[in-house]
């Protein structure tokens, strides 16, 4: 049977980046997002490893783009719940629609669930589900095998003929001379272009990589902007207790040399610029 484990059981939540490392490392996969956790798939493989026998991998779907695809890995996760009873509500129809904060949030439950339950024993993710990727770029019916050694080629067998020496008569040739290149001759324009197609392929590669990076950064600042929202009105409600007044200074407190911009005022510095124009 299971340790259960509750939402408030630990004090310091893991940052996105901690998470995604946590599950490629233990799965040997390839998550860059925190949303496609919302698959299901990954769960299963880690129910297996905790419990194994508990999940029959076969039905999972683990490389998939449909909804009703990730509610069948979701009610094999629900079935090996109950079996050992496992006292956590999944709430699929919010997690398959893929959405940042639901998932963070139920992640970092299952983060704190796998470490009560977790003995230790090593696990060869990538034979259990018959090496099929996970997470990332991972396509349809696309695999890793163990590398093929390729069998050697036999040796060719050439019969040898025997010719006869000939006589040859040589003539005379006038060696040609090619005019050397001057200086400033540029470089054929073919092989310039080629470069530089490669160089934006890279640079265009780079510039998707820091836009996901950034898109996840702000919400993640956003989900946490929220919490703090939250814990500002509640405490604004009851803002004559000593430990609220304690709270609401740390919510309100700033950095030194930092000011807040007056109401319907204007940043100083920015004002300064559109005067100009």
């Not at 509640?234 to 207790?241: F, P, T, Y």
């Not at 200074?249 to 100009?276: C, S």
Request: with cysteine; glycine share 6%.
């Amino acid at each position: 049977m299971a340790i259960n484990v509750t939402n408030t059981s630990a004090a310091d939540p893991l940052s996105r980046h901690q998470i995604l490392s946590w599950v490629n490392e233990s799965l040997q996969s390839n998550y860059v997002k925190i949303e496609e956790l919302c698959t299901g798939a990954a769960y299963c493989q880690f129910m297996d490893m905790l419990f194994p026998g508990s999940i029959a991998l076969k039905k999972v779907k683990f490389v998939t783009k449909l909804e009703h695809e990730y509610i069948s890995n979701w009610k094999l996760i629900q079935a090996s719940y109950k079996k050992q009873q496992i006292d956590q509500n999944v709430e699929v129809q919010k997690l398959v629609k893929g959405r940042y904060q639901d998932n963070f949030e139920f992640v970092q439950w299952f983060k704190k669930f796998f470490d009560a339950n977790h003995d230790g024993r090593e696990y060869d993710a990538l034979s259990r589900r018959d090496y099929q990727e996970l997470g990332g770029s991972a396509k349809k019916g696309s695999a890793r095998q163990p590398a093929a050694v390729a069998p050697r080629p036999k040796p060719i067998v050439q019969n040898i003929v025997r010719v006869p020496p000939q006589v040859v008569e040589y003539s005379r040739v006038v060696p040609q001379v090619r005019p050397a290149r001057s200086a400033g001759t540029k470089a054929s324009p073919s092989r310039t272009a080629g470069g530089d197609s490669l160089k934006v392929q890279e640079l265009t590669q780079q510039l998707e990589d820091l836009k996901g990076t950034v898109d996840g950064l702000e919400k993640e600042r956003d989900f946490y902007f929220g919490k703090l929202r939250d814990i500002e009105v509640l405490c604004q409600d009851e803002s004559e207790s000593p430990a609220i007044k304690g709270i609401l200074d740390v919510l309100y407190a700033t950095e030194e040399g930092f000011t807040a911009p007056d109401e319907g005022g204007e940043i100083e510095g920015v004002a300064d610029e559109q005067e100009e124009y």
